[in-house]
């Protein structure tokens, strides 16, 4: 079973995160949580970056904010797909540091950004990834867009 890492540089990123955590959960995919910051436990990161993928990790998902180094130097030193959530912090100039500092690797060191805060569209696009592979959970992923689509249909009616 494929399993997603999501891991932030602080505690203070998890009330973002926790969209990625439970659209992970919606689709039956398990996740590992925990803290890593790219600053203050460099040793950590090493150790999480080149190990991830022997822990039967699928996919990465970084959150950060501020200078926001965590998803780039992790996508460094793992093989597996790194997906950014640029989070506005309270050390951020308006989450565009974090949102640049994500978006703009070098070549050869890729990281999928998502929005400012999305984390939820990071775990869609995690939970996607698996389901390239994984027929079930592209199954699930199927029927959560069909209910995306549901709702806006019912919207419109409404209107009417």
């Not at 659209?23 to 460099?42: Q, W, Y």
């Not at 990790?57 to 950060?64: D, F, R, Y």
């Not at 904010?65 to 992790?74: E, R």
């Amino acid at each position: 079973m494929s399993k997603v890492a999501i891991i932030m540089g602080s505690i203070s990123d998890m009330p973002v995160m926790q969209e990625a955590i439970d659209i992970l959960k919606g689709f039956d995919i398990e996740t590992e949580v925990d803290i890593v910051s790219a600053h203050r436990t460099p040793e950590k990161l090493f150790d999480f970056s080149k190990n991830a993928h022997e822990r039967g990790i699928s996919v990465i998902i970084a959150g950060a904010g501020g200078a926001a180094h965590l998803p780039g130097m992790v996508a460094s030193m793992s093989p597996l797909p790194v997906i950014g959530v640029p989070v506005k912090s309270s050390n951020s100039i308006d989450g565009w540091d974090s949102v640049l500092s994500i978006l703009q690797m070098p070549g050869g060191v890729p990281v999928a950004t998502v929005a400012l805060n999305g984390a939820k569209n990071a775990g869609i696009l995690a939970a996607q990834i698996i389901g390239s592979s994984d027929e079930c959970v592209l199954d699930k992923i199927i029927a959560y867009k069909e209910g995306l689509k549901q709702a806006v249909l019912k919207a419109s009616e409404g209107l009417k």
